[in-house]
């Protein structure tokens, strides 16, 4: 429903091993039929729809995406039963031929956002890149413009799914606004209930998506996923 937040998982399996990316969206219009069960499904098709195929084609062949998982981290109706859903993927490589960096090495989505200081910085991480589109510990310039901004252009329109309609926002999250009803009740001497953080508040649509050429290091998944690496 309406003003709900997701964390979204993307799975990836690497010659290397395993890695995820990881995104906040707020849910801005309900779908039909409303089924609120179901909205962590709903959105995981959504985004498999507009962002899978986009996705392997700025990945090396040697990399399998075999899995999305959605789940409710805020429901705006105050239900405390968080819905988690995972969308299997029929098996698809990536596009691009040649081996991938290890599953640690990314290139990094800068996510800038209107809501918080500037200092509060959206980003998250996408293994998979090919040697062949890297110059040292750098990414060419043509892979960035072609395949990894087409990649990102598809995140920076709101998600809708085909059938069921609903819509969804891309949002960058301040750790220090969500951790603000805490921190309070602790500065305060930690009277009463330790309070719940402060989700709704935490939360900002990205404004514009970026990536710089660098190659960053990321953390990776120390637990296997469904399939196997190509």
Do not use: C
């Not at 969308?87 to 031929?97: C, E, H, N, R």
């Not at 990094?108 to 500037?118: A, H, T």
């Not at 990321?218 to 296997?224: E, G, L, N, S, W």
């Amino acid at each position: 429903m309406v003003d709900d937040i997701f964390k979204l998982d993307v799975y990836f399996e690497l010659p290397s091993g395993y890695a995820t990316i990881g995104m906040y969206y707020v849910q801005t219009q309900d779908h039909t039929p409303l089924a609120e069960e179901q909205d962590s499904r709903i959105l995981a098709e959504a985004w498999r729809d507009a962002s899978h195929a986009a996705l392997l084609d700025a990945v090396s062949d040697d990399v399998r995406v075999p899995s999305i998982h959605a789940r409710h981290v805020y429901r705006d109706n105050g239900d405390n039963v968080k819905v988690t859903s995972k969308v299997s993927i029929t098996p698809a490589d990536g596009q691009i031929l040649g081996p991938s960096q290890p599953n640690n090495m990314a290139f990094m989505v800068s996510m800038s956002q209107g809501g918080f200081p500037k200092r509060t910085k959206g980003r998250f991480f996408v293994p998979g890149i090919p040697e062949s589109q890297t110059d040292g510990n750098i990414l060419l310039n043509t892979y960035v413009s072609g395949a990894v901004n087409a990649f990102t252009a598809t995140l920076a329109a709101p998600l809708v799914h085909g059938s069921d309609g609903g819509e969804w926002t891309l949002s960058v999250r301040s750790y220090k606004a969500w951790f603000a009803p805490i921190q309070a009740w602790k500065d305060g001497g930690e009277v009463g209930p330790r309070p719940e953080p402060d989700w709704p508040g935490s939360m900002t649509p990205a404004i514009s998506l970026s990536v710089q050429p660098p190659i960053s290091p990321m953390r990776v998944r120390q637990t296997k996923v469904a399939g196997r690496a190509a």
